[in-house]
């Protein structure tokens, strides 16, 4: 499919996603990923992926299982074709290393990022370390996001990472079930610092899987935060969607079937 241009229609120059939360149980979300970076991608210079594009990562050592390969060879190939794949890590996926960022040929960010695209300064995060609320989360990220610690978890043998994660995943599935919703959104406070210590008018995050467009005035500077949405095709309501800036430096969001959201 080529995607047609026009001056009501300016190409795309940049895309952000976030959250697929890929795994070998999300078959039709995969390939909705693959149609995307095949159908969509492909036509632009860069793309940037703001954390928990897979559902968990246990370590690069984990680059040969078959699935991750497909997905490792799918970015690989949208690399070779010439676009730009920029990468913040998620809270699933803060484990991927260089081993594949080398495979993939994509470029790992520090979160906080700052993108120049256009005109445009935007701050880029995934959110989890925004969600300043949820003080149990952060004192995980906290112990988590250390290299002692990460060096240390890595030593062990994948197969017992495997279980240690899906130990924490079930955790986090039965603390989501008792944490408020309020809680598990980014802090108000917390995003004005980001906006502050950045000094940028614009922030693109997934992470709360709440996807929308929040303008706040601070000094009478306008801010505007995107949210992405997170994607899934495997349950009844398939949901998904991307961010788009074009040539025009227009930042746009779409849904899954690529229909603008206004
Ligand atoms: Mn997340």
């Known amino acids: 499919m080529t995607i047609v241009c026009s001056i009501a229609q300016p190409c795309p120059v940049a895309l952000f996603i976030s959250d697929l939360h890929l795994s070998e149980l999300q078959p039709r979300t995969t390939q909705a990923f693959f149609d995307f970076l095949q159908q969509r991608a492909s036509q632009v210079q860069e793309l940037y992926i703001l954390g928990d594009l897979f559902e968990y990562w246990a ?21 070779d ?9 998620g809270n699933r996926d803060f484990l991927i ?8 040929g994509l470029k790992l960010l520090p979160d906080p990022f700052i993108a120049s695209i256009g005109n445009h300064r935007i701050t880029l995060t995934h959110g989890d370390a925004q969600c300043t609320d949820d003080t149990a989360y952060m004192a995980f990220r906290q112990q988590v996001r250390q290299t002692q610690w990460q060096t240390t978890f890595l030593l062990l043998p994948l197969s017992q990472r495997k279980t240690i ?42 992470h709360t899987h709440r996807p929308g467009r929040h303008e ?32 025009n430096g227009a930042i746009k969001r779409y849904d899954i079937a690529g229909h603008e959201i206004p």
């Not at 074709?81 to 890590?89: D, E, Y």
């Not at 260089?98 to 993939?104: D, K, L, Q, V, Y």
């Open 59 to 79: 370590g690069d050592d984990d680059l040969a299982n078959p699935y991750n390969k497909s997905v490792v060879d799918a970015l690989r190939l949208l690399n």
């Open 81 to 89: 074709s010439g676009v730009q794949i920029f990468w913040i890590a």
């Open 97 to 104: 290393g260089a081993a594949f960022a080398h495979a993939t």
């Open 165 to 206: 994660i899906a130990g924490l995943r079930n955790d986090s599935r039965q603390a989501k079930s008792t944490k408020s919703y309020d809680i598990m959104d980014v802090n108000a406070i917390a995003i004005d610092d980001l906006f502050a210590a950045t000094g940028t008018a614009i922030m693109i995050h997934g």
């Open 216 to 247: 706040s005035v601070d000094c009478d500077k306008q801010r505007v935060r995107y949210v992405l949405p997170d994607w899934d095709l495997d349950t009844k309501v398939s949901r998904g969607g991307w961010i788009a800036i074009d040539t």
